[in-house]
């Protein structure tokens, strides 16, 4: 079996794939950092923000709001790269792909960590670009984040797949913006803090409290102050698993795309 | 990790050795004593009501509370957090400065428009001297021969001549004069004005202004930047400026005079005090009811430590 080979491989037509695509990454970075400096700055609470942890003092908007676009950025390349999966499909290399005498589940698994890794890039491009304008966050933070990022990216990638294994045509893709990424970003604490949720509506506070993508955010922000969220990660984990199975099912040649197609 | 067990194992030998934070808390009639090395209120002592200054005696064997609602000085032990006793202090005694002699207590009597001396061993008043409506800050000069009072409504700096105890010199400043130091060894006297959103920079020698510094926070309406207590670092380089109600603590360049940063705390910031080695700044922040403490060197907040309610007066005092 070559399996590395086909690790290599994948994640080299991933990389091939967001390295032409400059705009791609040039957006990838644009869209946090338009949030960053001009939606944040209408919220700039000169004052100071209440205290939640793992903040241990006041702090500004403009830092509440980087752990939440660094899940943003994650989250639209999750679905950016499940994007690329039905485009595949259409096009036919997909095909070409899935023939491919190693297990399904091993090629996916691929896929998901090529996109991952590229998510990660653009993460610390992001924060690189953030620290340039003078929002910082503790050294520590930088390092301690990564395996944060890792997890969040393979959560965000496997729905990312789950929803391409379902998705028939590329112009369906903006139902996934609506449906999706819109109320997965909204719905969580990455732009307001769950208690200022609650403060206006408990049912919202309760949805936020459930999306994965906030407990994504969670470990992110812990991670960033050299933290560790116990309850982020084991939601993070279970969705992962959920989302990852969901992928395996729709894309199982016994009951998913390939029978779906015949 | 390794650092953090070093030191709970310091501390669990010895867990008296760590330097303190005096808090005031002029809403629960309390003091907070914050332990520098865990970051924590260790100890709450109950004081008379509405304590708002506070400042040990140079040996730190005593501690000196403006009791005001109770119109009395209290003299606390620090070890056991007793009242010992109470001095006479005139009415609603505010802020206070022991002279250089380790004796005398000046108080400013907020109500009374009166500036009261006390002998801290006979506990008894020495003298009264009027000053302007509504007096507020206290200091003295390191060599003990000037004591300042500013008042908050006739918007002015009174210098006492200690000998005498007479006022020789009345000096304007701007709107609501909160606060004053001696910097340079004695050779200036900066006075914040609340209102006035500024301070005021005087020459001892000539009691004539030598400078005026203003504070401009972005983001934040110029009435709600209140500068009130004040703290010189290390060689009076710089001076870290409580600004009130707009949640910031101003660094000053004490050389220019120019604000070189303005660095994020909890609300309603009134005064302050460092550690030993001023690497640490405690800033009490009436509002929020807690203690931001700051990195001095980095100009950074590190954290908010939850204390009473509306918290006044900072206090330092070692124990090693």
Same mark, same amino acid.
């Given at each position: 079996m070559r399996w590395l080979p086909a690790l290599f491989a994948i994640m080299r037509r991933e990389a091939l794939r967001f390295v032409h695509q400059r705009e791609r990454f040039i957006s990838a970075l644009v869209r946090p950092l338009v949030w960053l400096l001009v939606f944040a700055a209408g919220f700039r609470a000169a004052l100071g923000l209440s205290i939640t942890p793992p903040y241990q003092t006041y702090i500004t908007y403009e830092i509440y709001i980087v752990p939440g676009l660094c899940g943003m950025v994650m989250l639209f390349n999750g679905m950016q790269s499940s994007l690329s999966l039905v485009y595949d499909r259409e096009m036919g290399s997909m095909r070409l792909l899935l023939t491919s005498p190693l297990p399904r589940w091993w090629l996916l698994t691929c896929k998901l960590t090529g996109s991952t890794v590229i998510s990660i890039l653009q993460v610390y491009a992001f924060l690189a670009t953030a620290a340039a304008f003078g929002i910082t966050m503790p050294t520590v933070g930088y390092v301690a984040v990564l395996p944060a990022l890792m997890l969040a990216g393979l959560m965000l990638g496997a729905l990312g797949l789950a929803l391409s294994s379902f998705i028939k045509q590329l112009e369906n893709f903006a139902g996934v913006m609506n449906f999706v990424i819109f109320p997965m970003f909204f719905l969580s604490s990455a732009l307001y803090p769950l208690w200022k949720m609650a403060e206006s509506s408990r049912l919202l506070h309760n949805i936020c409290a459930f999306n994965p993508f906030t407990h994504a955010v969670e470990l992110i922000r812990f991670a960033l102050y050299g933290q560790f969220n116990f309850a982020a990660l084991a939601w993070v984990l279970i969705a992962t698993a959920v989302f990852g199975a969901l992928a395996l099912w729709g894309y199982d040649p016994a009951r998913g795309l390939i029978r779906k197609r015949a | 990790m390794l650092r953090h067990t070093a030191l709970a194992l310091i501390l669990s030998v010895s867990p008296a050795f760590a330097d303190e934070i005096w808090v005031s808390n002029e809403k629960d009639d309390t003091i907070s004593v914050i332990d520098i090395e865990t970051m924590e209120v260790v100890r709450t002592i109950d004081v008379g009501e509405r304590p708002r200054g506070i400042t040990f005696s140079q040996d730190y064997s005593v501690l000196y509370v403006c009791a005001s609602d109770s119109d009395t000085v209290q003299v606390i032990d #620090? $070890?056991?957090? /007793?009242?010992l006793h109470e001095l006479p202090s005139g $009415?609603? #005694? /505010?802020q206070f400065v022991l002279h250089p002699d380790n004796r005398h207590l000046y108080i400013a009597n907020e109500d009374d428009a009166i500036t009261t001396v006390v002998d801290t061993q006979t506990r008894k008043v020495v003298a009264q001297i009027d000053v302007g409506i509504e007096p507020e800050g206290m200091a003295v000069s390191p060599d003990g021969e000037i004591a300042i009072t500013t008042s908050e409504t006739t918007n002015m700096a009174h210098w006492i001549d200690t000998k005498t105890q007479e006022l020789f010199a009345n000096t304007l400043v701007d709107s609501r004069p909160r606060h004053a130091e001696f910097v340079r060894d004695g050779s200036e006297l900066w006075v914040s004005a609340e209102i006035g959103g500024t301070i005021t920079v005087f020459d001892r020698e000539t009691q004539a202004e030598k400078a005026k510094i203003n504070f401009e926070v972005e983001g934040v309406h110029p009435d709600r930047v209140q500068p009130v207590g004040f703290e010189l670092t290390e060689g009076d380089t710089h001076a870290f400026v409580a600004l009130g109600p707009a949640n910031h603590v101003a660094v000053v360049n004490a050389e220019t005079y120019e604000v070189e940063d303005y660095i994020l705390v909890g609300r309603r910031v009134w005064h302050m005090d460092f550690n030993a080695d001023r690497s640490l700044l405690f800033t009490t922040n009436g509002v929020s009811g807690d203690v931001t403490v700051i990195d001095v060197a980095k100009r950074e907040p590190l954290k908010s430590i939850k204390v009473g309610r509306f918290p006044w007066g900072a206090a330092f005092r070692p124990t090693n």
């Open positions: - | #620090p $070890e056991t957090g /007793e009242v $009415e609603d #005694p /505010e």
